[in-house]
């Protein structure tokens, strides 16, 4: 049994059994036994694969993405240039590289990252040397932390690992699910209680006996966050992630480690917990702070529009043989609607005036 399985089992013993939302923020983020602190989960040697990893031209369409809005906003300068769980740094990287064709974005940028993982800091400041990318770099903890400028933020799968409350249907009302002790091992319990205040997403769905509901207020109040400082200093953001477009039904909470799905209460601390990220709920949330929500789109038709099939045809032209290849087969598993074209989804974050009343690129109707 490891360090922070010993800690929760004697947390439940004394405290009862935990929410499944306190389950997840110990085991990501212990300060001392946290999958995200102790360790780089990225890349083929870790635990899974961002789409940043799989190819540059992900993140170079982001960045052109945010070139983009940036002229639209009056190309404010200085302007910050954010993002939210940035991972090894890949992304930015590929999104400042592709920003410096646009004239003076990279020099107006002032680059933030709201990471608390001590270890993808060292790897994003690897991947983010000064004198390359010619902006100095900022950390923050929190979303809060953000400076009053003007700014786009980049949010790639940064909700799905934030912590989630699961509720059940019973005959009797909405019962919460737990992690309790079951044979001094962690187990899922339902909290023999009725939930006394029902969340408003409950009353919303029209749920089943026996249904499990997800609800996270960590994830409507980080949107919550970012959507008030765009509001109050102008700009957007943009979220990627895999999800769901509406609130839906269903127990969605799945643990990976070693590129393979384990037991979610299995070995704490040693792999990584996330679940489908409800847009809806982050297009309400977005809305009551002020701001106005695009798509989400699948993102494989926000790609298609940001032109990434004429951006691997570029890139094939010079390549060897096998490199052409790995090209076709990178474009395949962002795009294809059976591999992260589909499931995975894109929302744009923005106030009017950014938008000039316009549509941002890759969220057009005709999707």
């Not at 036994?33 to 694969?49: C, V």
């Not at 187990?187 to 919303?204: F, H, K, Q, S």
């Not at 999800?243 to 037991?263: C, E, I, N, P, Y």
């Amino acid at each position: 049994m490891n360090s922070l399985a010993t800690h929760l089992q004697d947390c439940i013993r004394l405290e009862g059994p935990m929410p499944i939302s306190r389950y997840m923020a110990e085991a990501l983020g212990h300060p001392e036994w946290g999958y995200y602190i102790s360790r780089d989960p990225l890349g083929r040697a870790g635990d899974f694969i961002t789409a940043p990893e799989v190819s540059q031209m992900f993140g170079e369409l982001i960045g052109l993405w945010c070139a983009d809005r940036w002229q639209a906003m009056g190309a404010p300068d200085p302007f910050i240039l954010a993002e939210l769980g940035p991972g090894r740094g890949t992304l930015m990287a590929d999104a400042l590289r592709a920003g410096a064709s646009v004239p003076g974005f990279v020099q107006a940028a002032q680059v933030h990252l709201v990471e608390t993982s001590p270890v993808l800091r060292a790897s994003q400041r690897a991947a983010l040397p000064q004198d390359v990318t010619s902006c100095e770099i900022t950390w923050h903890d929190n979303i809060a932390d953000l400076p009053a400028l003007p700014g786009l933020t980049i949010a790639n799968e940064f909700f799905d690992a934030l912590p989630i409350r699961q509720f059940q249907r019973a005959e009797d009302g909405w019962h919460e699910r737990m992690v309790g002790l079951q044979d001094d091992a962690l187990c899922l319990v339902l909290d023999p209680a009725v939930v006394p205040a029902v969340p408003t997403e409950l009353m919303a769905q029209d749920a089943e006996l026996g249904d499990i509901v997800e609800v996270s207020s960590a994830r409507t109040g980080a949107m919550t966050e970012l959507a008030q400082h765009i509001v109050q200093n102008s700009g957007g953001a943009l979220v990627i992630d895999y999800g769901h477009g509406r609130s839906a039904v269903g127990d969605t909470l799945q643990a990976m480690r070693g590129h393979k799905f384990v037991a979610v209460l299995d070995d704490p601390g040693q792999a990584d917990l996330t679940s489908h990220v409800d847009f809806q709920a982050l297009a309400e949330a977005a809305g009551s702070a002020g701001a106005r929500a695009y798509g989400p789109v699948g993102q494989g038709a926000f790609l298609t529009q940001l032109g990434i099939n004429q951006r691997a045809q570029m890139l094939q032209q010079t390549a060897t043989v096998e490199q052409a290849a790995a090209i076709a087969s990178a474009l395949l598993r962002l795009t294809d609607q059976d591999q992260m074209g589909q499931l995975f989804k894109v929302m744009a974050v923005t106030t009017e005036t950014t938008n000039e009343g316009q549509t941002p690129p890759g969220f057009l109707e005709s999707e």
